[in-house]
């Protein structure tokens, strides 16, 4: 009988592993999770993969019940609470109202920067000012309302004259349908006068919230929250909202913000978004209302 060497005999140290390489493969060439599927059972019934659970008896069950009850309530509430997001505190009364004097005291000439005669140019512009600056818009608007001054002229008006009208505002073919359409809707619907409601507004083809709450607030004198990408922003830094749809944000400040200032509110907060805290770098050291500012969110600052 041929003698064993003695590396051969010499027996593997329990838990001992080969550097690099994991569990040994039962059979080359199989990989490991087949060879974990073949070994859940065995053709004779023995199971040599990992064990069933013991079903609990009643007298088990009874005799573990708080132990088990507090695992299943364990288990599936700890990621809950790991996800849920940590309560909004609404910011205090007397903090924004300091906040709101502040942005008075700064911004005491904040008006709309929109140029506009009548209710339809502000409406009009508002649509052109998408994606746009108010200059811009101001530069175009002259002549877009010298060839078409009112609604009936606009949603006749030939739409690749109007395209090329409005073409340095960007986006104007959408921005050309948008005007098409809402003057077609102000002709069929309202005489040709723009509506006085947010309801009548937004029905109008090409009209959104914020359109309609700019057309009320600063045309109609109806207070109007507008809520841009400024808005939103800010809104979040001061803690007035957590919010980022804007519709949602409207609706947390209007208990914040007095009703007659819900129009200047807006042109604070974006004359504030465009001077001072701008969405990369806000100038926090500079910031007229920074003492009642939390700053939520804002890592670079200067
Ligand atoms: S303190 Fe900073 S983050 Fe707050 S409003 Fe002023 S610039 Fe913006």
Redesign the pocket.
């Known amino acids: 009988m041929a003698r064993k060497s003695p590396r051969s005999r010499r027996k593997p140290a329990p838990g001992a592993r080969v550097p690099g390489k994991g569990r040994a493969r039962a059979t080359p060439g199989r990989t490991r999770v087949a060879v974990a599927r073949r070994t859940k059972a065995t053709p004779g019934g023995a199971r040599t993969g990992p064990k069933k659970k013991r079903a609990v008896s009643s007298r088990d069950a009874s005799k573990h019940a708080p132990k088990l009850a507090g695992k299943r309530a364990a288990t599936p509430a700890a990621p809950a609470a790991a996800k849920r997001p940590r309560r909004f505190a609404p910011p205090a009364p007397a903090r924004v109202a300091a906040l709101l004097a502040g942005l008075r005291a700064a911004y005491p000439d904040a008006r709309c920067e929109l140029d506009f005669r009548s209710p339809l140019h502000l409406l009009i512009a508002t649509i052109l000012s998408a994606q746009c600056t108010d200059e811009r818009v101001n530069q175009v608007t002259p002549k877009l309302f010298a060839r078409y001054p009112d609604a009936r002229s606009l949603a006749g008006a030939d739409p690749h004259e109007l395209e090329t009208i409005i073409r340095s505002t960007g986006f104007y073919r959408m921005k050309a349908r948008a005007i098409l359409s809402c003057c077609a809707d102000i002709v069929g619907k309202h005489g040709g006068e723009v509506p006085r409601t947010l309801e009548s507004l937004t029905a109008l083809r090409g009209v959104g919230r914020k359109t309609a709450n700019v057309v009320l607030g600063n045309a109609y004198g109806i207070p109007g929250l507008v809520v841009d990408t400024h808005v939103t922003r ?1 809104a979040n ?2 803690g007035l909202t957590r919010e980022r749809d804007a519709v949602k944000i409207e609706f947390a400040l209007m208990p914040l913000v007095p009703r007659g200032d819900w129009t200047l509110f807006s042109h604070w907060l974006i004359l ?1 978004g465009r001077r ?2 701008n969405a990369r770098k ?3 050291s ?5 003492a009642h ?3 939520v969110g ?1 890592t670079v ?1 200067c």
Do not use: K, Q, T
């Not at 500079?286 to 920074?290: D, E, H, R, S, T």
């Open positions: 800010l830094r001061f504030h001072v805290c806000p100038n926090c500079g910031c007229p209302v920074a500012c939390p700053r804002v600052s």
